[in-house]
């Protein structure tokens, strides 16, 4: 069994042009395509932005993020607010999310959704954001679930399956600062 990395051994960082990506390598060929040819004409286009997780030096994986939305009705009934008016959420979404293939089984997605959930409560200081999605393909699907995300309400999208959590009302003892506690994904919070 591979030895878990703990959260304060990872290091995050924006992509830009000074970090080579060319040896990250992930199973999803489409996703490490992503990271070495797209990721920063993207970001350069304000489509969306890069992170990359590194440890000991070492890409060990990266996420990209940009915005979203969720339609109201695709949202179970205990997410949400029954008082709001508007067809859709406002939401952050994971675009892409991989881990190197040499480090897959030691915390590093783990890691990622961790700091995505700190991004998406940072971003709701300043411009709402109540929803974190995703179009999961299917093998991924399982990792999501594990960590509280749920299946929208709504048809699956090609090949990709639209997941979502509501992390305000998910983590509300994180309201205090913009970092949640880790324990927010040690398994004990999933519904």
């Not at 069994?1 to 000074?18: A, G, R, V, W, Y």
């Not at 030096?57 to 990266?62: A, P, W």
């Not at 939401?91 to 890691?111: D, M, N, P, S, V």
């Not at 959590?165 to 398994?187: C, M, W």
Request: proline letters at 5%; charged letters at 30%; glycine letters at 6%.
């Amino acid at each position: 069994m591979n030895t878990k990395i703990p959260f304060d051994n990872l290091s995050f960082s924006h992509l830009t042009e000074d970090i080579d990506v060319s040896l990250f390598q992930c199973r999803e060929l489409d996703l490490t395509e992503f990271l070495v040819e797209d990721a920063l004409e993207n970001q350069a286009a304000r489509l969306s932005v890069t992170r990359i997780v590194s440890y000991e030096e070492q890409i060990v994986g990266f996420f990209t993020l940009t915005n979203d939305c969720i339609i109201r009705k695709g949202i179970s009934d205990n997410d949400g607010e029954e008082w709001y008016p508007y067809p859709h959420y406002p939401a952050l979404k994971i675009a892409r999310l991989a881990t190197h293939r040499e480090f897959e089984g030691r915390g590093i997605g783990r890691a990622m959704l961790l700091k995505t959930v700190a991004i998406a409560m940072r971003l709701s200081q300043y411009v709402g954001c109540r929803m974190i999605t995703v179009d999961a393909k299917p093998k991924s699907e399982g990792f999501y679930l594990k960590y509280g995300f749920q299946r929208a309400l709504m048809k699956k999208k090609r090949d990709m399956i639209p997941l979502y959590r509501d992390f305000h009302r998910s983590y509300p003892e994180a309201g205090k600062g913009t970092r949640p506690p880790r324990s927010v994904f040690d398994g004990s919070d999933r519904r």
